[in-house]
Nanobody, 117 residues
Framework: QVQLVESGGGLVHTGGSLRLSCVAS????????MGWYRQAPGKQRELVAS???????NYDDTVKGRFTISKDNAKNTVYLQMDSLKPKDTAVYYC???????????WGQGTQVTVSS
């Protein structure tokens, strides 16, 4: 099990930017996949972006070109840079980690992102 601590959420206006951070309790160099989900009120949790141990990134179509996922192995941290934010990006964002390809996901506590119009 991996412990994850997120930070960086907040309130911004439309078009603004935020950077989320997720610090892991183990070396992320050995984690198969990490990423971010989000859950808006009344909606299911959806995958936003993920990054593999090799650095390959994937994005949901709704955030392509606006969000960038990256990682710093030395700091055991994964980041989600969110630019050109829209009100529909408002949600609680959760960091997750899959230590191995077939292991259950570990989750952070979530951080609230609110984008005002």
């Amino acid at each position: 099990q991996v412990q994850l601590v997120e930070s960086g959420g907040g309130l911004v206006h439309t078009g603004g930017s935020l950077r989320l951070s997720c610090v892991a309790s183990v070396s992320i160099f050995r984690i198969n996949t990490m990423g971010w989900y989000r859950q808006a009120p009344g909606k299911q949790r959806e995958l936003v972006a993920s990054i593999t141990s090799g650095g390959s990134a994937n994005y949901d179509d709704t955030v392509k070109g606006r969000f960038t996922i990256s990682k710093d192995n030395a700091k055991n941290t994964v980041y989600l840079q969110m630019d050109s934010l829209k009100p529909k990006d408002t949600a609680v964002y959760y960091c997750y980690a899959d230590l191995y390809a077939d292991s259950p996901s570990s989750w952070g506590q979530g951080t609230q992102v609110t984008v005002s119009s």
